[in-house]
């Protein structure tokens, strides 16, 4: 079945980076969307990145981090990865990642799109 398991969470201090990972298995990874959302405490669920299946030329950000993170992929190693740049105290939150189910859906930025989940990780900056 397909898994998500993503890595790389952590408590980290305003204006340092982090680079999160997300491993994919279970699956053709290039023939899909990838997405990372995240969710802070008491607050709905949003959408940060997404790439494009393939080569993942085509990339969406949330206005919140456009600048600041990039999203990219490695399909060799089933990986799709959130660099994070100059993070903030309003970053902190669980990151998820979240694979769109249907192979060659264009990118996405609503939640429903997405099929599958990552359990989370947890990023903590602090001020």
């Known amino acids: 079945q397909v898994q998500l398991v993503e890595s790389g969470g952590g408590l980290v201090q305003s204006g340092a980076s982090l680079k999160l990972s997300c491993a994919a298995s279970g699956l053709t990874f290039a023939l899909y969307t990838m997405g990372w959302f995240r969710q802070a405490p008491g607050k709905e669920r949003e959408f940060v990145a997404a790439?494009?299946?393939?080569?993942?030329?085509?990339?969406k950000y949330a206005d919140a981090v456009k600048g600041r993170f990039t999203i990219s992929r490695d399909n060799a190693k089933n990986t799709v990865y959130l660099q994070m740049n100059s993070v903030k105290p309003e970053d902190t939150a669980v990151y998820y990642c979240a694979l769109v189910g249907r192979p060659g859906s264009g990118v996405q930025e609503d939640h429903g799109s997405y099929d599958y989940w990552g359990q989370g990780t947890q990023v903590t900056v602090s001020s």
């Open positions: 790439i494009s299946r393939g080569g993942g030329s085509i990339t």
